[in-house]
């Protein structure tokens, strides 16, 4: 059969799945389809899909079911390429049609779950994948789970990008397939990480030379290559991302290195200073905006962006803090620190190495997810009673509303965790 009738079909399936008819017993619709297949053969050329400008194809793409995704982007490079530009996610955005979730992969189990989120409440149940294994040349199985738990995870569009020292993976959640990328530019471990524009940042981290952690790295998923784009004003080991609006931030950490200033002011201090601020990179300007610092101080334990804003979570010596920061650049209130609704945990609870979270923005919500350690036990060692705060805790925040409520427990075979929002 021909390639032009074999497109004909696939341009009569995908005109149905955007424009379904609502109504099939109608006489009016009958003669319609009718007429229309008794014509394809004849205007083949005129109904291929391929003869579609890209602009048209996305407009007819952008309403195509959820469903229908993973299967559509196996049709051909193109289809693919604009299955994951900008353009088709801001059609789906603006048709209130594209999903959020949140994806987790155990570091120790192998083991991966989705959590889908809709406009009011998250699902009632997260979803088990299998995580595929892929041999490579510097990564065996023995030590692919230490790969994964120093990793750290950015998405763009569908696709997860699992960033480690030595090597980098592409996972497909649409076709559940897993791929091997270019590596960073230098080893690196407890990193930043970003995606501004569909590009991923890194800077920071330790496994190197001071002048090699300093950089700020672009990774280019068109073309999988790497290239150095700035040098960090610190130094930071242990730091987050996010971004906000085209800038890179680069939040809390340790200090690596660094200037003559902080070493004067000695190591503890110095410390203090870069656990409780962020850097601020103009990823169009390729310059460093001013620094912020936290204002109520302590050590940052999660960051992540939400609705034009920084949210940062806080320890202290006898409690944690929550704080949103205005990123808008556009708006009046750039710049600005609210001290906002603490997580519901229960007090004088210090979050140190035993009790870890992960935050992460989805939407306008902010997910709270605690990967590693278990406040029960916390508890149980001070003498006080259990609260039910097993590990795997997820709470979810509401930007709108101010309110906190307590979301599905990450299953019990996804221990230690790396969390990442993703679209599709």
């Excluded at 006080?384 to 509401?398: A, D, E, H, M, W």
Aim: glycine share 6%; aromatic share 10%.
């Amino acid at each position: 059969m021909s390639e032009s009738c074999s497109n004909s079909r696939h341009f009569s399936w995908l005109m149905k799945s955007c424009f379904p008819n609502s109504n099939p017993n109608q006489n009016y619709h009958t003669n319609i389809h009718q007429s229309i297949t008794t014509t394809t053969t004849t205007t083949a050329a005129a109904t291929d899909i391929s003869s579609l400008p890209d602009d048209l194809l996305l407009e007819c793409l952008s309403r195509v079911p959820s469903s229908s995704l993973p299967s559509l982007s196996l049709v051909s490079h193109r289809w693919s390429r604009l299955l994951l530009s900008p353009s088709f996610f801001h059609l789906r955005r603006h048709l209130h049609l594209l999903h959020h979730s949140l994806f987790a992969l155990s570091s120790t189990t192998l083991q991966s779950a989705t959590l889908l989120f809709d406009d009011d409440t998250t699902c009632s149940s997260w979803v088990l994948h299998p995580f595929p294994f892929l041999p490579l040349h510097s990564l065996s199985f023995a030590n692919f789970q230490s790969f994964l738990s120093q990793a750290r995870l950015s998405a763009i569009g569908p696709r997860i990008f699992i960033i480690g020292r030595n090597a980098m993976l592409r996972y497909d959640t649409w076709t559940r397939t897993l791929l091997s990328c270019s590596p960073m530019l230098f080893p690196r471990k407890k990193f930043a990480s970003a995606v501004v524009s569909a590009k991923i940042y890194v800077t920071g981290g330790a496994y190197s030379t001071p002048t090699q952690s300093a950089t700020v790295d672009e990774y280019d998923p068109e073309t999988d290559t790497w290239r150095v784009v700035s040098h960090a004003p610190r130094v930071r080991y242990g730091c987050i991302g996010a971004s906000v609006d085209g800038v890179f931030y680069v939040i809390g950490g340790l200090k690596m290195g660094g200037e003559s200033a902080a070493r004067a002011a000695g190591r503890r201090e110095a410390h203090v200073l870069y656990a409780s601020s962020m850097d601020l990179y103009d990823v169009e300007a390729r310059a460093w905006l001013r620094s912020r610092a936290l204002p109520g101080g302590g050590c940052v334990v999660g960051a992540c962006a939400s609705m034009g804003h920084v949210y940062i979570l806080a320890n202290h010596a006898v409690e944690l803090s929550f704080w949103r920061f205005d990123a808008r650049r556009k708006s009046r209130g750039f710049g600005e620190w609210s001290r906002i609704k603490s997580p519901p945990l229960p007090g004088q609870v210090r979050v140190d190495s035993r009790v870890k979270f992960s935050c992460v923005g989805i939407g306008d919500k902010v997910c709270l997810v605690q990967v590693m350690g278990c406040i029960d036990d916390l508890l149980r060692r001070s003498g006080r009673p259990l609260r039910g705060f097993k590990q795997s805790l997820v709470l979810v925040y509401n930007t709108d509303s101010g309110d906190w409520t307590r979301g599905p427990d990450l299953p019990d075979v996804i221990p230690r965790a790396a969390c990442v929002h993703f679209q599709s």
